[in-house]
């Protein structure tokens, strides 16, 4: 895997995206990734339990449970419209259960997880992995929520010998129930000494006490004791590092890129914006998106609609539809590359590939939101600045997934499309784009918040 220094150099962003990565290790992380860039290009954080007092021409944030994120800059004049990039911060993972995970079975420490989303969970098997998330702990009575990440090798889920597998019609059918139940140490139940005994982990609430301490100290909150931890949020992940891969390096391969690729390059796209005289410009990156979106801080709630209304806080009623009425949106999720060997998976219509530029998502049965008319200004944008612009449509015997676009489109009355960067093996442990992407999709959406005032002239 590569991280070169010449990548810089080839695209300005992917060795950014690359890092972004790298430091997304749950969505805790990758919030906490986005507010650090934010707040260096002079963001200022806003609180929602706080009075709001906004200034023409200022930039804001905040975030909600610390797994999602909008960010807004003010117009410089009365604002009469928005234009939003939306996306999510989270992938199919194996999380771990709070109720009672520690097991002892055959001698070793097993680990009780559950699937979150729907992920390819044959590519999990025979992996090295660690977890990372965040501890809810009792600290000078209150509770203080801790990023954590164990950062090195502890986690597998060990596969069958062929050999005693032979009765498996399909070796890659596992059963979610027994097949994924991690490893991760000795048991030390054979020692009945009292010496033993005080080696053996202490399961408390089910609860590993040497993984509790372990992710305290990895947070460097030594001061705490395993008992300090209420609660927690907590993910297996790769340990295998994000970078480009490829004779010329012109592909990234890396876990949870969907949708952190669509979250970095609508943040960047709309950070490059220039300054509007009349929009508020937005980036969201929401929550839930693999499980559905109905969540505090998934996009099928009235999450939007109400940041909407505190930034518009003083308008009428019939100004704020007005003001939806002038607003756009684009749903940024990746989209399905034409698969080399496996083609006709594919509508024979599409031939999407990597390097090729970001992709227009269609569906007649609306799992996306683009319409002609959200298309059409799309492209025209997209014309007029010469940015490649490639075109999905599903096979009409695959559904194909769903996005933030319809349920953000529904619950605000926006016109919104849906567009996604092109990736092969999407919810695979790692999942590969292209380098070039990177750029294409970022200049895009910058472009959208640059001008789809001026191109919207659609009734």
Request: hydrophobic share 35%.
């Amino acid at each position: 895997m590569n991280t070169i220094p010449e990548l810089r150099q080839m695209d300005p962003h992917a060795q950014d995206y690359i890092d972004f990565l790298n430091e997304s290790h749950s969505p805790y992380h990758a919030i906490a990734a986005m507010q650090q860039r934010l707040e260096a290009d002079g963001f200022c954080r806003l609180k929602e339990r706080d009075a709001w007092s906004l200034e023409a021409g200022k930039k804001y944030y905040l975030t909600r449970d610390g797994n999602s994120l909008f960010a807004f800059k003010m117009p410089a004049g009365k604002p009469t419209r928005f234009v939003m990039a939306g996306a999510h911060s989270e992938s199919p993972v194996w999380r771990l259960k709070s109720t009672a995970h520690a097991l002892n079975k055959k001698g070793l420490r097993m680990c009780a997880v559950e699937p979150y989303g729907g992920g390819l969970w044959q590519t999990w098997v025979d992996r090295d992995l660690t977890m990372s998330g965040r501890l809810m702990v009792k600290s000078n009575d209150s509770i203080e929520t801790l990023l954590v990440d164990a950062g090195r090798p502890i986690f597998r889920f060990p596969s069958i010998a062929i050999h005693l597998a032979k009765e498996r019609k399909d070796p890659l059918n596992f059963d979610l129930a027994n097949d994924f139940i991690a490893l991760f140490g000795d048991s030390d139940d054979s020692d009945e000494s009292e010496e033993g005994k005080k080696k053996a982990p202490k399961i408390r609430n089910g609860w590993d006490d040497k993984l509790m301490r372990l992710l305290l100290d990895s947070a460097g909150r030594t001061d705490l004791a395993v008992d300090d931890v209420l609660d927690f949020d907590l993910d297996l992940r790769d340990v295998t590092p994000a970078g480009t891969i490829g004779f010329n390096n012109e592909f990234i391969a890396g876990q949870r890129q969907d949708n952190l690729h669509g979250s970095y390059t609508s943040m960047r796209g709309f950070m490059s914006a220039q300054p509007s005289s009349d929009a508020v410009q937005i980036f969201a990156s929401f929550n839930h998106e693999e499980v559905g979106s109905r969540s505090n801080t998934g996009a099928n709630s009235v999450y939007t609609a109400s940041i909407l209304r505190r930034v518009l806080n003083t308008v009428s009623e019939d100004e704020y539809q007005r003001f939806i009425a002038s607003s756009f949106i684009v749903s940024n999720d990746m989209s399905h590359s034409v698969h080399p060997t496996l083609s006709d998976r594919h509508d024979s219509t599409v031939d999407v590939k990597l390097n090729k530029g970001c992709v227009l998502k269609i569906s007649g049965r609306q799992a996306y939101a683009s319409s002609g008319s959200s298309s059409a200004l799309l492209r025209f944008i997209a014309e007029s600045n010469k940015i490649p612009l490639q075109i999905v449509s599903n096979k009409n015997t695959v559904r194909g997934g769903g996005t933030i676009g319809s349920m953000v489109a529904a619950l605000t009355g926006c016109l919104t499309v849906d567009i996604g960067g092109p990736l092969l093996g999407m919810h695979s442990i790692r999942e590969l784009c292209g380098v070039k992407d990177v750029s294409l999709t970022i200049s895009l959406i910058q472009t959208v918040f640059d001008q789809a005032q001026t191109r919207m002239a659609l009734e």
